[in-house]
């Protein structure tokens, strides 16, 4: 993605490569998706007459837990591309693999949180909190299952050595999607799950 | 900070070091049960500031072309306007009785 | 169709083909299909207000067998539903956006393939699946939603009011369809923005192109909206929730109906501006064309369309000023709607001063321009009234909306398309349409058309609700069933008409005269190759050197028109 496909080109509106500027036109398709979805919450709850303290109901410090774990795998991620930036393809592979498995875990503690709230009796239809709770962080969730197959993608094509100091531009838009889902997550932890 | 310039990878640290310590903040002042306003403003501004601090270096906006700002600035303002614009109806209920 | 020696498979060539012509074909002909489909739905429809209840002819026995090939009260909701999302989503939408966009961006920005053949290629193939879905809708047991295209809330959101899987189908085939128009607008954006070959500035973009680019940038801003709505009505179908529901339908406290509508809307309105930019864009450049004139005030133009598209965002309201929306918020939309008739009169204008004076051919293409041209005005001049809140409140809900948005939308866009079609055919199949059969679909579609829209906003006026199954049902609707009649009749006329069409596509295909690279003598890149063009478009990337509307140039001393790929442009050209 990081080859033009005109050879010389007049001007683009942004000097950046295609494949960039075609990652951040995706985004901000999905940046109105979650404003539809979190708008929606954010009215309903001002405009509702009660809502519980989500500390009540929810695990905050698992939740916690997994926000430092959601940080951590874009630190990781923008590791994955400083060295392949420098052309270190062991430690991409390597950096690249932990994102991906902080992505699971991520994923794994959620779907045991899940499971556990529901069992006590927090399911979507208990409550406007419940069904807001589980679409937002549900949506986010499939987008972060997405990530991740899209890293294990990646870490294969690495592994085949499709990357290099002068071609990492799929890294680096992969990488843009996985930190605009980490701010999502960040948005929702604060604004979801705390207050 | 010229223009394409990658941060160091101690760069990325030093970010990563302020987003854990931010959300130790926002956990602690949650558990610490102050004041609903207050615990709110907190929150918001935390959660600014780890988005920026992300959307800022990890994403690499602080170094690219001020034109690049535009692709994820234009639907965050019509966002924030399309969700303002809800606030008569569905928060305050002002709406006509039939 | 491409004079191409690449020795690929028959499946990689014309199935799962990464070209942008072979996909933008692909999406022309699905297009077509559904249009077909909606216009049969639409005659159904127009039978049943004509003659409410009574059999259907010819194919009512098969259609309804149990009811003695009438119409039965649980299908006509499905059949309106069906035509607007049908027509909106999976027939305008392919051929607007999926056909003249895919065909044209590459080859009038001179370059060899969209930024990115293979999401193209998805794009393309996750419509056939929603088209599935959408299909499936109609055999499940209840049959096709009925909620109208517009699925409201309650009646979609609740299981206990619409309980059957017709509605479902509906909402993840649009999704799947919002999916592929997302990876098209990614694609359309990216490479007409970032693409463009060398000489070609954004000032000698060709119209089309900023129609779909602002179409493009359209979808990609407010689609997901819509889509984060459906996933909720979803969610309180089959999940539990109650995001749009409240009182006894709702599991639990807290939704609200009106946002439903607000987040619908949100979309909604944005949608009819995404259906007709990339029209205003191809008659501006169509009537450069053939009145061998710049096209009048380009900048402007361009200007009050990018206006149009930001303003579009926020006049959603006046789709709910009867719906109990705060009156104050509903003051703001209706100042902010009637603001837009005025960069619209100024392109509008635009247009007419393109036309003054010109040296006219009054080719097919032509002439259905000239019908856009005419049936926009009017449609036009009527939403002026409907953005008033006051009037509104007297005709909502009947057919002078109908009327005012088949004009705007269907008769602006349906001749459009026919402009479109009869214009890039030689391009895109290497073969000339037969003028003689076009002369004739034009005058018969023109005639027919405005018979049919221009009676419906009498009717609206008069009272006559939208949606209604039978208004002899309506004491105060029996003197005006008569129009019914007539216009049942008309309805009919245009459809017949559009056979003209399908024979003339068909015929021409195949046994059509082979078509020369420039037939229209036209001054954009994509009329300096061949037609059909190389496999590839562009051996190497072509340099421009002027607009896309040097016609009429006064120090031409042979031909009166310079290409934008000619290098005597730069002298003689004006940009």
């Not at chain 1, 500390?55 to 990781?76: F, K, Q, R, V």
């Not at chain 3, 996750?126 to 299909?135: M, R």
Request: with cysteine; glycine share 10%.
């Amino acid at each position: 993605m990081d080859r033009m496909i005109n050879a010389e080109v007049e001007t683009p509106l942004i000097d950046i490569p295609t494949g960039k500027f075609g990652m951040w036109v995706f985004l901000i398709s999905e940046i109105m998706f979650f404003t539809g979805l979190i708008g929606s919450y954010i009215v309903l709850r001002l405009g509702a007459t009660s809502w519980p303290r989500p500390g009540t109901i929810l695990n905050t410090p698992l939740l916690g837990l997994n926000t430092l774990i959601l940080l951590s795998s874009s630190l990781t991620m923008a590791l994955a591309l400083h060295a392949i930036q420098q052309g270190r393809q062991a430690a991409l592979r390597r950096f690249l693999l932990l994102t991906a498995g902080l992505g699971v875990a991520f994923l794994g503690i959620k779907g045991f949180d899940y499971a556990h709230m529901w069992h006590r009796g927090f399911t979507m239809s208990a409550s406007l909190f419940g069904s807001c709770y589980y679409l937002l962080t549900g949506f986010h969730a499939l987008h972060v299952l997405s990530g991740v197959i899209l890293l294990l993608s990646l870490f294969f094509a690495a592994s085949h050595g499709r990357f290099s100091a002068a071609h990492y531009g799929r890294i680096e838009y992969s990488g843009l999607y996985w930190h605009f889902i980490d701010i999502v997550w960040v948005i929702l932890f604060a604004i979801l799950c705390l207050v | 900070m010229k223009i394409n310039a990658h941060p160091t990878a101690r760069t990325y640290l030093a970010i990563y070091g302020w987003l854990l310590g931010l959300t130790i903040l926002e956990v602690s002042v949650v558990l610490a049960g102050w004041p609903q306003g207050a615990t709110v403003t907190i929150l918001i501004a935390t959660a600014l500031a780890k988005a920026m601090l992300i959307a800022l270096y990890f994403m690499h906006l602080k170094f690219d072309r001020p034109l690049v700002w535009l692709l994820p600035g234009i639907p965050v303002v019509l966002g924030i306007v399309f969700v303002l614009a809800l606030f008569p109806d569905v928060v305050f209920h002002l709406v006509q009785r039939m | 169709m491409s004079k191409t020696l690449s020795g690929q498979s028959f499946w990689r060539r014309y199935v799962f083909s990464t070209n942008h012509k072979v996909i933008a074909v692909q999406y022309l002909f699905t297009g077509m299909l559904f249009l077909a489909l909606g216009g049969v739905m639409a005659l159904l429809i127009r039978w049943q207000l004509a003659y409410p209840w009574q059999p259907i002819p010819f194919i009512g026995q098969w259609l309804f067998p149990g009811s003695g090939g009438a119409m039965t009260p649980e299908v006509y909701p499905m059949l309106f539903t069906m035509h607007g999302g049908i027509m909106v989503f999976f027939a305008i939408t392919p051929i607007l956006l999926g056909a003249l966009g895919n065909y044209t961006i590459p080859l009038e920005v001179g370059a060899r393939d969209m930024a990115f053949p293979r999401l193209n290629m998805l794009s393309y193939w996750f419509l056939v699946v929603g088209s599935v879905l959408l299909l499936a809708s109609f055999l499940v047991p209840g049959g096709a939603a009925g909620s109208g295209w517009t699925l409201y809330a309650p009646l979609s959101a609740s299981t206990e009011v619409t309980p059957g899987w017709g509605q479902d189908l509906f909402i993840l085939g649009l999704a799947l369809d919002a999916v592929s128009i997302l990876m098209g607008g990614v694609n359309y954006i990216t490479t007409i923005m970032q693409l463009r070959a060398p000489g070609l500035t954004l000032r000698r973009l060709p119209l089309t192109l900023w129609g779909l680019f602002y179409s493009a940038v359209l979808n990609t801003l407010w689609l997901p909206i819509v889509a984060s709505a459906l996933f909720m009505v979803l969610c309180d179908r089959r999940l539990g929730t109650a995001f749009f529901l409240a009182g006894p339908l709702a599991p639990h406290a807290g939704g609200q109906v009106l946002l439903y509508q607000h987040l619908f809307w949100g979309f909604g309105h944005p949608e009819v501006y995404i259906l007709i930019l990339p029209v205003w864009g191809l008659v501006g450049d169509l009537l450069s064309v053939f009145s061998r004139k710049p096209a009048f005030g380009y900048q402007a133009t361009v200007c009050s369309m990018l206006v149009i598209t930001v303003l579009s965002g926020i006049v959603w309201g006046h789709h709910m000023f009867t719906s109990g929306m705060n009156p104050l918020v509903g003051k703001a939309f209706m100042f902010l709607t009637i603001t837009v008739s005025v960069p619209t009169a100024i392109f509008f204008l635009n247009w007419l001063g393109t036309l003054w004076r010109g040296a006219i051919r009054l080719t097919v293409p032509m002439l259905f321009t000239l019908g856009v041209v005419f049936v926009f005005a009017i449609g036009g001049l009527t939403g002026l009234f409907n953005a008033l809140q006051t009037f509104d409140v007297y005709i909502h809900d009947t057919y002078f909306v109908v009327g005012h948005f088949h004009y705007t939308l269907a008769a602006s866009v349906l001749f459009g398309t026919f402009a479109f079609i009869y214009f890039w055919f030689p391009k895109i199949f290497g073969r000339h349409m037969n003028a003689r059969l076009g002369y004739w679909h034009f005058g018969l579609s023109f005639v027919f058309l405005n018979a049919v829209f221009s009676v419906m906003m009498f009717l609206g006026l008069h009272g006559h609700m939208r949606r209604i199954a039978d208004a002899t049902a309506y004491e105060f609707l029996k003197p005006v069933q008569h129009w019914n009649v007539f216009l049942g009749w008309a309805a009919l006329g245009l459809g017949l008409s559009q056979l003209l069409f399908f024979i003339n596509v068909l015929y021409s295909l195949f046994k059509g005269a082979p078509a020369p690279a420039n037939p229209w003598e036209a001054g954009s890149l994509a009329w300096t190759v061949s037609s059909p063009p190389p496999e590839h478009n562009y051996a190497t990337p072509p340099r421009v050197f002027c607009g896309p509307h040097e016609y009429g140039v006064p120090s031409l001393t042979n031909g009166d028109w310079l290409s934008q790929a000619d290098p005597q442009a730069a002298k003689l050209a004006r940009s």
